[in-house]
Structures are given as structure tokens and as C-alpha cells.
């Protein structure tokens, strides 16, 4: 992982990969990060023990795998998330 990420990007990308229903593959397809490279941002980006906590609670969860996912479990859009154009993230009121 080269890019460097605004501060911004990378609280949305912390906080994709705290949603439960937010699969690896949507942050992948907004910030083409791999499932490997959000790991490395979140245990670089967090303290220790808050780490643990998430790898801990993701590891293995269906809703954060697309493959593992329920089929009729088709959205990957967040309440809170709005609308995203071509990987930018629209402004959050």
C-alpha cells in the first residue's frame, strides 16, 4: 500500500471497516484497498488493544465477506453513508 490518505479518507475508511454490514469488497471498490491493506491501515491507524478488539470481531463475520454473505443480503451501503460517485465521498452533513 503506497497512497497516502487524507485525514478524512481515512476516518471513512476506519469507520467502513468498523460497520458490521460493510463487506471488505466496498471499501476495495471506493479506495482500492485490499482486504490486507485496510488490516495494515487499521492496525497502523489504532491503538493496540483496539485492534485486537477489531480483527478479533471481523475475522471470519459473513457480513464483512461478499462470498460469505446471505444472498439476499445485497446492499453494502451504510444508513449513514451517502452517496458515492466514482470513489469520492460526497460531503456529510
Excluded: C, Y
Aim: proline residues 2%.
Amino acid at each position: 500500500m503506497e497512497r497516502d490518505f487524507t485525514e478524512r479518507e481515512l476516518d471513512r475508511i476506519i469507520e467502513m471497516a468498523w460497520e458490521d454490514r460493510t463487506p471488505f469488497e466496498a471499501i476495495t471498490f471506493q479506495f482500492q484497498l485490499s482486504e490486507q491493506d485496510v488490516i495494515e491501515v487499521m492496525r497502523r491507524e489504532m491503538k493496540p488493544s483496539s485492534f485486537r478488539m477489531w480483527r478479533k470481531r471481523v475475522q471470519g463475520r459473513a457480513t464483512k465477506h461478499a462470498k460469505l454473505r446471505d444472498s439476499e443480503m445485497d446492499r453494502f451501503k451504510s444508513s449513514r453513508q451517502k452517496q458515492i460517485t466514482h470513489n469520492k465521498i460526497s460531503k456529510k452533513n
